[in-house]
């Protein structure tokens, strides 16, 4: 049974930084795809940034040059790092990993990034 486990969202300033961490288990973790959705009030679920097992990265274009993902396979964690953040971020942000592009997502339980003076 795969589960992810999001840490690090709270409460930031408008132009503060957060990191995000999600810890997996119940996969191997190198193979799988990781990545992190949002989802604010009264909208979708929607992309933020995605990374393979090989490194590669992609990002949506509201958070690019803002946010950076990353993954330590040795710590089977995956990371969001969120700098420059605006109030329009503020949203749930939720861990997700899939070992193939046609097998559906599992995802984490979610953590709270509230963007705010």
């Known amino acids: 049974q795969v589960q992810l486990v999001e840490s690090g969202g709270g409460l930031v300033q408008p132009g503060g930084s957060l990191r995000l961490s999600c810890a997996a288990s119940?996969?191997?973790?190198?193979?799988?795809?990781m990545g992190w959705y949002r989802q604010a009030p009264g909208k979708q679920r929607d992309m933020v940034a995605t990374?393979?097992?090989?490194?590669?990265?992609n990002y949506a274009d509201s958070v690019r040059g803002r946010f950076t993902i990353s993954r330590d396979n040795a710590k089977n964690t995956v990371y969001l790092q969120m700098n420059s953040l605006k109030p329009e971020d503020t949203a749930i942000y939720y861990c997700?990993?899939?070992?193939?592009?046609?097998?559906?997502?599992?995802w984490g339980q979610g953590t709270q990034v509230t963007v705010s003076s």
């Open positions: 997700t990993r899939r070992r193939f592009s046609f097998t559906p997502w599992s």
């Open positions: 119940g996969s191997i973790f190198s193979l799988d795809t």
């Open positions: 990374i393979t097992g090989d490194g590669s990265t």
